[in-house]
């Protein structure tokens, strides 16, 4: 068994009550990777600018996490910064930076695109969709979302939504996609999608 993700890996800024740091390995596909691999071989497709720090991710090549869909492209990585107070359901978005990212066109390597299950991680709708389209039929298709495309591409998101067994999202995400204050309201607008 193994899976597919295809999504962000990116250097984030964030902000609690605790600390900040600047640039720390983030994005949707690497906190996936991470857990995941505790479990099963994962394949990893993404983007990074010629500033990613490829060091930081070794921890995860031990673990067997296979990083040949991963591209390195001239310019910067995608960078996102946000803030958390004590409750860590709620952030506010400081700045989301594409850079490399804006331009992401997921190539599947030939031997990734029969994985039986496949994780979209934070990635363009259109994007999500065009590596279903490239798929041969996966048992299990997963989808991560963020405010960002909730904003800025509502109609391609709810495309995809049509077409996904699971969608993970955080209350602040069901409560902007679903147009509700009330997340059980909300999740089952979102289940109507």
Do not use: C
Request: glycine share 6%; proline share 5%.
């Amino acid at each position: 068994m193994s899976v597919l993700v295809v999504g962000s890996v990116a250097l984030d800024t964030v902000e609690t009550p605790f600390g900040k740091v600047t640039d720390a390995i983030g994005g949707s596909a690497t906190f996936f990777s991470a857990a995941a691999s505790y479990f099963t071989d994962v394949n990893v497709v993404a983007v990074v600018g010629e500033d990613f720090p490829h060091e930081q991710i070794e921890f995860l090549k031990q673990r067997k996490v296979n990083f040949d869909g991963l591209v390195t492209k001239p310019g910067k990585t995608f960078r996102w910064g946000g803030r958390y107070d004590f409750d860590v359901n709620q952030r506010e978005t400081l700045f989301t930076h594409l850079n490399v990212f804006e331009d992401f066109d997921p190539v599947l390597p030939e031997s990734f695109k029969t994985t039986p299950y496949l994780f979209l991680a934070n990635i363009q709708p259109d994007l999500q969709l065009k590596v279903l389209q490239k798929m041969s039929r996966p048992k299990l298709v997963v989808m991560d979302t963020m405010n960002f495309w909730i904003e800025g591409t509502p109609d391609s998101l709810r495309e995809v939504l049509n077409r996904i067994d699971i969608l993970i999202v955080n209350d602040s995400e069901v409560r902007q996609l679903a147009e509700t204050p009330d997340l059980f309201a909300g999740a089952k607008i979102i289940q109507q999608m």
